[in-house]
């Protein structure tokens, strides 16, 4: 059974199509690309899925469990992580308390008891800043973990943006363009990271504009072209799709 | 030709290390400025309470400890709307309605129905934060601007109702003969026990408010300042954490209007208008925003320069508009975080200097 499931779904914005019924799935445990020009409506399709943005209609479901209609932080709650195109790391405070934040749901405590410091919230804060330590040190940014988020060079903070993710210890992460920015270094980087939380059984849904990164680690691709799906299957075979390089090639004529 | 340094403890050094150390107690570390300790507790934090402690008793001037009564009293006021402000990076122009909410609570329980003074103190709060619930529902939607206006134009409200309500509030002659806060018989009735009331008041909701932003609620309003978006992909109910932390700032403007009353012995509407407002948001951003000592020492400043001001008579009011652009113009980021980084900044160029001197750089 698929873990992301998305159905007929198509949103319009003052009359223009950027979504026509498009549905796809991605299965637990893979790795699947989403592909596509500029404007194809990449973006649109995380922002709904995200729940930021709602679909006119069509329907989406998470292990099984519909929602379409939740606010984003609830679905957040289901277990479903993203990174921004636009790097939304917290640069008001340091990098292990980004990697905290993520674990928000999971700590318990409310106003009066964090207010008065009781012994359960001083041991869950502990336990908290050694496991964001940990993580920290898998994404290779222990080194740095004092100083504040806005600090960082664009690379590490989208890595860091990952480890925030990773915090919430979500079985979907959805990727938005995590190589765009940054150095063939940092891609190389970002891309072993990403094979290496596949390994630990995590899914990824990635959005990339360009072929390269995504081509490589992708188990499976869907080319999206003026909110049209007009390609699925593993990367090779999606490579030499006509309709795919037309769709790409189309700007360049 | 560099001449090598002389290694040995030279007397003058003395001069240079003993203003040295005793910054070293009071003043911020370099790193810890906008670090992860620097939410947490610090030894030199009982030095700053040692001082508070001390402070009436070496200067026993009345008009000097009523005037600390009255900054600890904006302390508490300002403390609660850092929260808000700071941390979770909303505006509110309408917290001295919060604040009159809690003294005329004071004021109506103990002059009319003769409540301890005790238990209308938390009346207060209670009342004010249930006031902050239900206003923040709807408004905590609206951003910016429009958050700023809807919270004045809530002040005004708050102003038109009290006016009008004569008979509960007494309209705009107030009312007077609000006893002094007293706890299990004990009445504090001179201005040193006051001092002493407001500022262990303040100490335990400084302790309180400390602890919560080092927690993970303190995170999340961080995390709603800096991006909702963020915010709600970790899970973070941003509407919940906003009117959690409003509701939390107007208890303590509660707690602060109820020792205002009963310290004044009077509430009448005049104390809580806009302006008032305009001085409590002034005292955060003058304090600096973003740390907690920020606005306890905005509000010792501004009550002192208004005090200071008030021999000036009709010259004050100008005075006073150019000092605070003058501050804000050389403390851009509020005296406390600016006063801190120029110190370390002092401390690091006395020791280059030595060096420079020496012919190191």
Redesign the interface.
């Known amino acids: 059974m698929p873990l992301l499931v998305v159905k007929e779904i198509t949103k319009e914005y003052d009359g223009v199509r950027a979504l026509d019924r498009v549905s796809l799935e991605v299965l637990g445990g893979t790795i699947k690309g989403l592909m596509g020009p500029n404007g194809a409506g990449k973006s649109t399709l995380f922002h709904l899925i995200?729940?930021?943005e709602k679909p006119d209609s069509g329907k989406i479901y998470f292990n099984e469990k519909e929602m379409t209609s939740l606010?984003?932080?609830?679905i957040?709650?289901l277990g479903l992580?993203?990174t921004?195109q636009t790097v939304?790391?917290?640069?008001?405070?340091?990098v292990?308390?980004n990697i905290?934040?993520?674990?928000?749901?999971r700590?318990k405590?409310g106003?009066i008891s964090?207010?008065?410091?009781l012994p359960r919230?001083k041991k869950a804060?502990k336990e908290?800043l050694n496991e964001a330590k940990e993580i920290l040190d898998r994404l290779g940014l222990l080194g740095r973990?004092?100083?504040?988020a806005s600090q960082l060079p664009l690379g590490k903070q989208k890595l860091l943006?990952l480890g925030?993710?990773l915090?919430?210890k979500a079985e979907l992460i959805l990727l938005d363009e995590p190589a765009s920015g940054l150095t063939p270094v940092e891609i190389q980087q970002v891309s072993e990271t990403i094979c290496q939380l596949k390994r630990q059984g995590i899914t990824l849904f990635i959005v990339e504009h360009h072929m390269g990164m995504v081509m490589e680690i992708a188990d499976e691709v869907v080319v999206l072209d003026n909110g049209h799906l007009i390609a699925e299957g593993p990367p090779d075979v999606v490579k030499r799709d006509s309709k795919v390089i037309e769709a790409y090639m189309k700007g360049k004529r | 030709m560099v001449k090598e340094p002389k290694k040995e403890f030279r007397k003058r050094d003395f001069f240079y290390l003993i203003p040295l150390w005793g910054l070293s107690l009071i003043v911020p570390d370099a790193?810890d400025l906008?670090?992860?300790?620097s939410r947490e507790f610090k030894r030199r934090e009982i030095y700053y309470l040692g001082g508070v402690l001390v402070l009436p008793l070496i200067w026993p001037d009345p008009h000097f400890h009523h005037l600390m009564v009255l900054a600890g009293i904006y302390a508490i006021l300002a403390l609660g709307l850092s929260l808000f402000l700071g941390y979770a990076g909303q505006i509110s122009l309408g917290h001295a309605a919060f604040f009159g909410i809690g003294a005329y609570t004071t004021a109506i329980l103990t002059t009319r129905y003769s409540f301890p003074s005790f238990v209308a103190f938390w009346a207060s709060a209670l009342t004010a934060a249930t006031a902050a619930f239900l206003i923040g529902k709807p408004i905590l939607k609206l951003k910016g601007y429009f958050l700023a206006l809807a919270t004045l134009g809530f002040g005004e409200i708050f102003l038109v109702i009290v006016r009008e309500t004569q008979t509960l509030t007494g309209g705009v002659i107030g009312i007077f003969g609000i006893p002094w806060f007293s706890l299990a018989g004990f009445s504090f009735d001179t201005y040193l026990k006051q001092y002493y009331l407001t500022w262990g008041v303040l100490l335990g909701l400084f302790i309180?408010?400390k602890?919560?932003v080092?927690?993970?609620?303190?995170?999340?309003f961080?995390?709603v300042?800096?991006?909702e978006?963020?915010?709600?992909?970790?899970?973070?109910?941003?509407a919940q954490v906003k009117t959690?932390v409003f509701v939390?700032s107007a208890a303590f403007a509660g707690f602060a209007g109820s020792l205002f009353a009963c310290t004044m012995s009077t509430a009448n509407p005049e104390a809580f208008g806009l302006g008032f407002s305009t001085l409590i948001v002034m005292m955060v951003i003058l304090g600096g925003m973003?740390n907690l000592y920020g606005p306890i020492l905005g509000s010792i400043l501004l009550t002192c320069l208004i005090d200071i001001l008030g021999r000036y008579q009709e010259w004050s009011l100008p005075i006073y508009g150019v000092i605070l652009i003058l501050l804000l113009i050389f403390f851009p980021d509020g005296i406390g975080t600016r006063l801190g980084i120029r110190l370390l900044y002092l401390i690091g160029y006395w020791a280059k200097k030595k060096k420079r001197d020496e012919g190191k750089f």
């Open positions: 995200s729940g930021i606010e984003p932080h609830e957040s709650a992580g993203r921004f939304q790391t917290l640069g008001n405070m340091t292990v308390e905290m934040t993520g674990m928000h749901l700590l405590g106003l964090s207010g008065l410091w919230i804060e908290a973990w004092k100083s504040p943006e925030r993710a915090a919430m | 790193d906008y670090s992860y300790r309180f408010s602890n919560l080092r927690s993970k609620l303190g995170r999340a961080l995390a300042a800096a991006s978006d963020a915010a709600k992909s970790v899970g973070i109910d941003v959690g939390l973003g």
